[in-house]
Structures are given as C-alpha cells and as structure tokens.
C-alpha cells in the first residue's frame, strides 16, 4: 500500500515562499503521475499542478502559472511544490495525490491522497 507523508505547510507573508515535499513510500512512485490539489474555506478541492511519471510533463492551473513549480526526484520517492510570490488566495490545504492512471487533474483521477497541509498567506 502507498503512503503519502507531507511536509512544508505553514505561515507565510504575501509575497513569500514555501516548498511543500510530499514523501511517498513503495516502489510505485517512479512509475506514477503525481500532483498536487488545494482546498480552501467553503471552496472544492480543486488541481493545482500535476507531473508525468519522468518528470518530463508538468501542468498548472492558470491561477498559479508562473509562480508555483511541481518537480519530482524519484530516487528519493519525493514529489515538491515550489511556491513562490504568494498571494493570500493561495490559502488552502494542501493534498498531494497519486494518479490512478495518467497525471491527475480532477478528483476521480486520484488513486492514493496525502493528508493535507495547512499552507496560510497573510497580507
């Protein structure tokens, strides 16, 4: 079974930054699509980013092109998020995600999620 094991949440002013690391046990992480969603207050959990299986592809949504980076190191099963000029509407939890199939972008297409991490902008 995977296990995804978050870390990097916390306080942030506008403007600033975080790396969210998401550490995912077996040996399917190599092979599998990964990617990042967020939730915040009243809103649905929604895609944030996502990484093909080689770190070769990369997708963003539109509200975090530019600012945010996924990447992946596969020798260290580890997925990240870098999140640079942060905004308070990034606000959210945060959930890393495994696909079940190709690079997840909405909810059905995850197959193992991370227990979220609580990232908070103020301004």
């Known amino acids: 079974q995977v296990q995804l094991v978050e870390s990097g949440g916390g306080l942030v002013q506008a403007g600033g930054s975080l790396r969210l690391s998401c550490a995912v046990s077996?040996?399917?992480?190599?092979?599998?699509?990964m990617g990042w969603f967020r939730q915040a207050p009243g809103k649905e959990r929604e895609f944030v980013a996502g990484?093909?299986?080689?770190?070769?592809?990369?997708n963003y949504a539109d509200s975090v092109k530019g600012r945010f980076t996924i990447s992946r190191d596969n020798a260290k099963n580890t997925v990240y998020l870098q999140m640079n000029s942060l905004k308070p509407e990034d606000t959210a939890v945060y959930f890393c995600?495994?696909?079940?199939?190709?690079?997840?972008?909405?909810?059905?297409?995850?197959?193992?999620w991370g227990q979220g991490t609580q990232v908070t902008v103020s301004s």
């Open positions: 995600a495994v696909g079940s199939l190709g690079v997840p972008r909405e909810l059905r297409q995850v197959r193992y």
């Open positions: 077996g040996r399917t992480f190599s092979t599998s699509a």
């Open positions: 990484i093909s299986w080689s770190g070769g592809s990369t």
